[in-house]
């Protein structure tokens, strides 16, 4: 990190936009007077850093928040906005809420994407494609427009930037369609939150389709939590030991998979090749027809990378 803002400070870069890698308040990257922060959605996630409840972790997210600052804020659970508010209000800075300050005012699901109008606090941009799936993506690109104004001296941007930009936007290993025939979707999905949108996604987008899950995880990940959400879309799960020394070993997944979908609905793969022929093979059984068969990989951002190489994403 050090090197790279070294770098920065070097070439030197006109707009450093910067990932915070777990937290907030204790991360490396925290070290920058940002002129502006975003806070998307606070889920449970790395509890044995970050806290065991969404207070501790707000605690550490809004870490980031500086004095005078401008921060962006994505729907948060009241207990997250509760933190989030009482440091905004301490250090002064300037705050945005999602559905306070702007909203989607209205979403159309569309070929490869979505047709959005976004209200932010300085205007309202109109039928903006976005050629990603899930309303939670709809959410992530109105941070992402607020936060470009809010940057840019608090107004609007032109139209057709906007327009360009978002088309122009994308996201591997979110939602992501690998293959076809049947459809291979990928999603690097790893905390109860994230199952949960990707739930909600999934049904708007194959509201109709058999689907079949490829599931692998972290061992300190809330696996239960994950696999109950995701109990109410995926019809049969496939489960595979991660080619990782930090994965949940296969024994340890398969009980825990047994004890939400029952017996029945869960396999065990020996490596990723032969979770893929398994899917496959369970859903073109199960399948009304090869367009509604959808296989649906989820439950770890190494999987997702596993899978995007094997398909030469």
């Not at 990932?19 to 925290?30: A, P, R, S, Y």
């Not at 449970?44 to 500086?66: C, F, N, P, R, Y």
């Not at 029952?262 to 369970?282: F, M, N, Q, S, Y």
Request: proline share 3%; hydrophobic share 45%; with cysteine.
């Amino acid at each position: 990190t050090v090197m790279a803002y070294a770098y920065y400070a070097d070439a030197p870069v006109d707009v450093a936009i910067m990932e915070i890698g777990m937290g907030g308040l204790w991360d490396c990257t925290n070290v920058v007077d940002a002129a502006v922060s975003v806070i998307t959605p606070i889920s449970i996630d790395h509890t044995k850093w970050l806290g065991s409840t969404l207070s501790e972790i707000a605690v550490q997210k809004a870490g980031i928040i500086k004095e005078n600052q401008i921060v962006i804020v994505g729907r948060q659970d009241p207990e997250a906005e509760k933190v989030i508010r009482e440091k905004i209000e301490k250090v002064s800075a300037k705050a945005y809420f999602m559905d306070k300050d702007m909203k989607i005012l209205d979403r159309k699901i569309a070929v490869g994407g979505q047709l959005l109008t976004m209200q932010t606090p300085f205007g309202i941009y109109e039928n903006v494609f976005l050629p990603l799936h899930g309303e939670y993506q709809a959410e992530n690109a109105l941070l992402a427009l607020c936060a470009t104004e809010a940057f840019y001296g608090s107004k609007t941007i032109d139209a057709k930037v906007v327009e360009s930009g978002f088309l122009n936007a994308s996201s591997p290993g979110r939602l992501e369609i690998v293959r076809t025939s049947p459809t291979v979707v990928v999603d690097a999905t790893h905390n109860p939150g994230g199952a949960k949108v990707l739930s909600q996604a999934v049904c708007e987008i194959f509201p109709q389709a058999y689907i079949t899950g490829i599931f692998s995880a972290m061992a300190d990940k809330d696996v239960e939590s994950i696999l109950l959400e995701m109990e109410k879309v995926v019809a049969q799960i496939v489960l595979v030991q991660m080619s990782n020394d930090r994965g949940m070993d296969i024994k340890e997944l398969e009980k825990i998979a047994v004890n939400v979908f029952g017996e029945e609905r869960v396999h065990i793969a020996t490596d990723l090749l032969d979770a893929i022929d398994k899917a496959t093979a369970i859903s073109d059984t199960n399948a009304q027809c090869m367009a509604g068969s959808v296989i649906l990989s989820f439950g770890s951002v190494y999987l997702a990378g596993e899978i995007r190489r094997m398909f030469k994403k």
